[in-house]
């Protein structure tokens, strides 16, 4: 029963690795450059696993009905992504992916195109990757197999809790951008100035230039160009360059912000560079 169960870890840890190497070569070759794709900064996408799990637990039985297996595998694999983007904006307030502009979509969380490509990859599992996979796992000694799983989880488990504060070290920099601006609207608005222009914009200093609050306001436009410019770690870049299409539930206006600025700063650096080679 325990070498089953490790059997049955293995084999989730070699799809995700699988899942994943799908998943940077899809994204990474359109771009032409690598992108390191998957929710945790190692090379694991963990819902290609749990998928493959479920589907070689439900569909096997049908094995024998390729047809079968084909649309059983589009609804067993559709409603784990579907309920994985759920869980995961709940839990993050932020909707990780969005197929909102994909034809037959269902609230931007799943789409057909994607449903049908992942049928084919159920076929392929059952009937190509899985009889070699089952026969390699099968060749390792459990002494061996139990080492190596335990190292894996422990691994994975500082993944996931580096992962994690990167999103909440994220939330909590959004939410800070927020309170600058709301400070500033609050400061507009007491002082009867019509409209909040951007706070960088020349034609909006112009409208205080006579004010008292000059002074308090460049402050103000100081600290908020400050936070949207300062640098950000390498978890939270590759968390932005993983999900292009991640979109926060609050202060999702100051992360696009955010991301512009990003991403001007790698333009100059870039410009920088080839400016002296």
Known sequence: MTEQILNYYSYLLIYAFIGWCSECTYCSIPEKHFINRGFLNGPL??????????????????????VLV????????????????????????????????YPYNLNGRICLKNSFFFGIMCLIAIYLLH???TDWVAKVPFNAKLIFLSAA??????????????????????????AIRKEF???????????????VEDRFKEKLSESRLENLAEKLTQRLTERLSEKISI???????AFPDLKFNRNNEHFKA????????KQALKQLKEKHL
């Open 45 to 66: 996408c963990p819902i290609y696993g749990f998928g493959a799990l479920l589907i070689i637990v439900l569909l096997m039985p049908f094995s024998i009905e390729p």
């Open 70 to 101: 084909f649309f059983l595998g589009i609804l067993v694999t559709s409603a784990l992504e579907y309920f994985t983007s759920y869980f995961m904006e709940k839990i993050f307030h932020a909707k990780w992916w969005d197929y909102s502009t």
């Open 131 to 133: 009889p070699l996979v």
């Open 153 to 178: 989880t422990l691994i994975i488990a500082v993944d996931m809790t580096v992962t994690v504060y990167t999103m909440l070290k994220l939330n909590g920099k959004l939410a800070q951008i927020a």
């Open 185 to 199: 609207e609050e400061l507009v608005a007491a002082e009867g100035v019509q409209g909040l222009a951007d706070m």
């Open 235 to 241: 978890w939270q870049s590759r968390l932005l360059q």
């Open 258 to 265: 955010l991301k512009k600025a990003v991403e001007e700063k």
